[in-house]
C-alpha cells in the first residue's frame, strides 16, 4: 500500500485473524472533528456507504462532532455516494464574502454563512437522516457551564482559559466547564460509556437538527456558539471536537458487530481538542481495542500539495482567491482516492502484514 495505512486494537486484530472483516462486522464508525482534513476521508466515506456497507443488514451507530458530524449526516442520506461528493463539492467552494472596507469576517457573519449553507445542502431532507432504516446518527456538541454558560466578550476567554488549565491537570477536570451533549436520531441509546465526562443525551428530531449540527460545528472565537437548542438545555452549544476531538470514547462491544470502523486522517485518536498538546494523551487505551483505523500514511501526506492535508490555516494562506484554495484541495482529494482503492483492494485479499497496532 502506498497511501493507506491500517491500524488495529488487539480486539480488533484477534477478530481480524480469526473471522477477516466483513461490512456485517461493524458497528459503529466515527467521524473526528477537523475541519478541512475531513475532505481526505471523502473517497473512503463514498466507498464505505456507498459500496461495501449495503452489503449488510445490522444497525450501525455513526457519532461524529463538527466536519465528522456533517459527514455522518450526509451519509445517511438517501443515494450517499452523491450526497456525500456533493458535500465535499460545497466545502471545497464555501465562500463568504467580505464585505468593502472590512479585514477579516465577524464570528456573526461565518456563523450567518455556515448556517445558509446547512439550510441549502440540508433543507427539505432531514427526515432522510433521522429515519434512515440502518443508521443511527449522534452528534457530539459540547454545551457551556459556569462563566460558559452564557457566551460574552470577556466571559468566553476566560471560561476557555479555566477549561485549558482545568484540561491540564485532568481530561475529566474539563467536565467542570464543559458538558458532552449528544444528539441521537431514532431513540438510540449511546453506543458508547460516557462516565469519562459529564454527558447528556437529547433527542435528534427535525426541530432541532440544523441548530445540533450547526453547534457541533460552531468553534470558538471562529464562530458563536448556538443558543437553546429546541428540546435541549438552555445554554451555550460549542463544537463537539473541545470535548471530542477525535472520539476517543469508550465504545460499547457489541457481539453480533464488534467493529469501530474508524476512517482518520492520522493515527493518533486524540482525546479532546484542549489534548492537542498533552502527547502522552495521544496513545492508545483499551477503550479503543475494537477499533480498525484507516489513515492515510505520513510519506503520502508530505507528497500532496503543500506538504500536508487540508487544514483551517488554508483559509488564511489563500484569503479571498477561492479558485487557488479549491485547486489544491481538489488536487488533494482526487490523489485521496487511492485511500479508497487500496482499501478495496486489502478487503479482496486481507494481508494482516499490513496491519499495524493502533
Known sequence: MQALRIYAG??????????????????????????????????????????????????????????????MATACLQAPDDALAALEREYIHQHIALPPGQRR????????????????????????????PRYRLHVVASRGRRLLARDGRWRTPLGYLGAYVANAVSRRALGWWLERVVFSAAGAPLPFDGTDL???????????FMQALQASCSIPFVLRPVGDIAGAPSGMYWDGGITDYHLHLHYRHRKDAPIVLYPHFQ????????????????????????????????????????????????????????????????????????????WAHWLERPDLRQVQDL
Not at 461565518?110 to 449553507?117: E, H, L, R, V
Not at 459529564?198 to 432541532?208: C, E, K, Y
Not at 483551517?312 to 479571498?320: A, C, K, L, V
Open 10 to 71: 488487539p480486539q480488533a486484530r484477534r477478530h481480524l485473524e480469526q473471522h477477516g472483516l466483513a461490512p456485517a462486522h461493524v458497528g459503529t464508525v466515527p467521524g473526528a472533528a477537523g475541519g478541512p482534513k475531513g475532505l481526505m476521508l471523502g473517497p473512503l466515506d463514498r466507498f464505505l456507504f456507498g459500496q461495501w456497507l449495503p452489503g449488510s443488514v445490522q444497525p450501525v451507530d455513526l457519532v461524529g462532532a463538527s466536519i465528522g458530524a456533517w459527514r
Open 105 to 132: 469576517l465577524s464570528a456573526d457573519q461565518i456563523s450567518a454563512g455556515f448556517a445558509d449553507n446547512l439550510r441549502r445542502f440540508y433543507g427539505g431532507r432531514t427526515a432522510e437522516v433521522l429515519a434512515h
Open 198 to 208: 459529564p454527558t447528556r443525551q437529547v433527542p435528534l428530531t427535525d426541530a432541532n
Open 267 to 342: 493515527r493518533a485518536v486524540v482525546p479532546g481538542w484542549l489534548d492537542k498538546a498533552w502527547r502522552r494523551r495521544h496513545r492508545a487505551t483499551p477503550a479503543l481495542d475494537w477499533m480498525v483505523l484507516l489513515a492515510p500514511g505520513p510519506d503520502w501526506v508530505r507528497k500532496l500539495p503543500n506538504g500536508k492535508l487540508p487544514d483551517r490555516t488554508d483559509f488564511s494562506r489563500y484569503g479571498q482567491d477561492v479558485q487557488a484554495r479549491a485547486r489544491v484541495w481538489n488536487t488533494a482529494v482526487a490523489e485521496a482516492q487511492r485511500l479508497a482503492d487500496e
